[in-house]
């Protein structure tokens, strides 16, 4: 049964009835461009094949009740009295309507079922997938336009102000706008957006390294601090800088003298990075898979070395994936701190890989470990559910 005939199912279980709606918004991988994004950089990210779903209806009054079949647990509050509490993920089905709200959306109450298979706590983004899915709800029971640049704003607004994760826009965004068969290179200032083409011939592994991170008690915040701090310092001599993305390696070298270890360490990961993922989409559009192969592990050396938020894991991950047939590039992904490494693999050798890199890990680390061969998909979406559920 797949997870829309689980929630279709459970929701007439629950309600005696068949849902109105069914929407459902993707997690995602980010092939290149780490902690670029909150800098107004650039970022390569492309949505997965797993997803956060909800059967929904609406309701006559403000209420949203919303059971969930992962955590077997139902969350229910009413949209003029929204407050903050410490319920997990409930709180950023609040948090969407809180920011909804305060973006000036008119809104309606529901009644829904969620399930999803995008692994929590592994750097797939599931916050963002559920904001995405829960905006996409309210979208659909009260007809608002679907915008999804606007809605991956709001979405970002419920992590950072109302669940308390400074995090950037990517994965927001691509959660919102993602195109099937593509990555998308997004810029983080405007947010305009490039859909780059996958080459055939390949794929792409999620290695998961079974070691999660929480973000909102990691050292995220204080990365996302050091690049403010080194770009203000910056900017006493180039008055034009905002963030780093501004800033290029010529003028990092000529001011060095102006941060601190640290703080140099920091944008230089940032600024290298940047241009990495500029190269990365000229080089799958020019079919120089082996090049990408090589940016990707420039990249993880990176944040490995200047950006400090790959683990032993993480490292043991792109390390074996490399000694794998098949196998072109690999690299951390995601915030850090655990979570997970993507490979670049020939599409012929990508099952064979994926286990091959998953014992050998099992063997050195002793941890579970998992690896999903992921496909681009398309971003939210909302669709009316005109078939009864199955029995």
């Not at 956060?52 to 609406?58: K, P, Q, S």
């Not at 029971?141 to 308390?164: F, H, I, K, T, Y």
């Not at 063997?363 to 398309?378: D, H, L, N, V």
Request: net charge negative.
């Amino acid at each position: 049964m797949t997870l829309e005939q689980q929630i279709l199912h459970a929701f007439a279980q629950r309600y005696g009835a068949a849902p109105t709606w069914v929407v459902r918004a993707p997690g995602r991988v980010n092939l290149i461009g780490e902690h670029t994004d909150y800098n107004d950089g650039f970022v390569l990210p492309m949505a997965i094949d797993r997803a956060v779903w909800i059967a929904l209806r609406a309701r006559d009054d403000r209420r949203v009740i919303v059971h969930s079949l992962d955590f077997e647990q139902t969350v229910g509050f009413d949209l003029d009295t929204l407050q903050q509490a410490d319920l997990g993920w409930a709180e950023y089905v609040k948090g969407v309507a809180w920011a909804l709200q305060e973006a000036g959306y008119p809104l309606t109450g529901w009644e829904g079922v969620t399930a999803g298979d995008v692994p929590i706590g592994a750097g797939l983004s599931s916050s963002a997938a559920i904001e995405l899915a829960v905006a996409r709800a309210f979208a659909a029971v009260a007809d608002l336009p679907w915008d999804p640049a606007r809605m991956a704003r709001v979405g970002q607004r419920a992590e950072n102000s109302w669940v308390g994760v400074n995090c950037g826009i990517m994965d927001q965004l691509i959660s919102a706008a993602g195109q099937a068969g593509h990555a998308l290179l997004l810029d983080c200032r405007s947010l305009a957006s490039q859909a780059v083409p996958l080459p055939p011939g390949y794929r792409f592994l999620v290695l998961d390294s079974a070691a999660p991170r929480t973000l909102a008690g990691s050292a995220y915040n204080q990365r996302r601090a050091e690049c403010e701090s080194a770009a203000g310092k910056l900017k006493t001599v180039y008055p034009a800088i905002v963030a780093l993305r501004d800033v290029t390696p010529a003028m990092l070298a000529a001011h060095a003298d102006l941060l601190d270890p640290v703080e140099l360490r920091r944008a230089r990961h940032v600024v290298a990075e940047d241009e990495r993922v500029l190269r990365c989409v000229d080089a799958l559009a020019d079919g120089a898979i082996t090049t990408v192969g090589a940016l990707m592990l420039a990249s993880h050396a990176s944040l490995r070395d200047d950006y400090e938020v790959s683990s032993a894991e993480l490292d043991a991950l792109v390390e074996l994936a490399m000694l794998t047939p098949g196998v072109i590039g690999a690299r951390m992904t995601g915030a850090g701190f655990g979570g997970c490494a993507v490979a670049l693999v020939e599409a012929d050798a990508a099952e064979a890989a994926a286990e091959a890199i998953i014992t050998r890990y099992r063997e050195r680390t002793g941890r579970a470990g998992k690896a999903y061969i992921c496909a681009a998909s398309q971003g939210a979406e909302a669709h009316r559910a005109t078939h009864p559920a199955p029995a």
